[in-house]
């Protein structure tokens, strides 16, 4: 799977946010959106509304194709519950966001090369699918040859962010349980993000 390389600072201004957790935080000497003048904005229509929240919450989890967020949308709307709250919920459980969670990973593009460079176990198993979906009783692991890895030793030291309620730190720093599925409002999403008009906006993409 293609890793996104364009221009991570730009998107975090274009939100007002420091979306990806970098440690240089890139508002901290451009606070307006990118363009001239900061780009001054119009009023949106609905569908322009509705694509900034789709563009958010791709961004929000490492730059996700529109493919990928039709493929989670469509196995919610399969799924029992309200769907834009499964629809969070499978996005949560990524096992990139996860591991981006317990802190092994200082940003979610950190956590995503972790897992394609097969660093990561699951209940003892080597994965290296970064949509793998992460049950409720799964552990999350770094494999034991990969634990003195400078960004994992440095990301697992720096407690900055805070472990999300349903997941729970092993002792060692380098495990973790996901002792829940995610509530809405326990997700630390980094901006205001509205679920319900993401999946509308998918619903009408093939």
């Known amino acids: 799977?293609?890793?996104?390389?364009?221009?991570?600072?730009?998107?975090?201004r274009r939100f007002g946010a420091n979306i990806f957790g970098r440690l240089r935080?890139?508002?901290l000497h451009k606070t307006t959106p990118p363009g001239m003048h900061g780009a001054k904005r119009k009023k949106k229509s609905d569908y322009g509304m509705q694509l900034e929240e789709k563009q958010k919450i791709r961004s929000v989890y490492g730059?996700?194709?529109?493919?990928?967020l039709v493929k989670t949308f469509k196995q919610a709307l399969k799924m029992k519950g309200t769907t834009h709250s499964v629809f969070l919920q499978l996005l949560?459980?990524?096992?990139?966001?996860?591991v981006y969670r317990l802190r092994f990973a200082g940003t979610i593009f950190g956590a995503q090369q972790l897992v394609a460079h097969g660093h990561v176990e699951v209940d003892g198993k080597k994965v290296d699918i970064r949509s793998?979906?992460?049950?409720?009783g799964m552990v999350i692991s770094i494999r034991n040859k990969s634990k003195?890895?400078?960004?994992?030793?440095?990301?697992?030291?720096?407690?900055?962010?805070?472990?999300?309620?349903?997941?729970?730190?092993?002792?060692?720093?380098l495990s973790g349980t996901l002792t829940n599925l995610?509530?809405?409002?326990?997700?630390?999403?980094?901006?205001?993000?509205?679920?319900?008009?993401?999946?509308?906006?998918?619903?009408?993409?093939?």
Do not use: W
């Open 63 to 68: 730059m996700l194709t529109q493919k990928q």
């Open 132 to 136: 793998f979906t992460v049950r409720p």
């Open 182 to 206: 995610p509530e809405h409002d326990q997700v630390p999403l980094p901006i205001l993000i509205n679920i319900p008009l993401v999946c509308e906006f998918l619903s009408h993409t093939n």
């Open 25 to 27: 935080n890139p508002l």
């Open 1 to 12: 799977m293609a890793r996104y390389t364009g221009p991570k600072n730009r998107i975090a």
């Open 92 to 98: 949560e459980c990524r096992l990139d966001n996860i």
């Open 148 to 173: 003195n890895i400078k960004p994992v030793q440095e990301s697992i030291q720096n407690t900055s962010r805070e472990i999300p309620p349903y997941l729970t730190l092993g002792e060692d720093h």
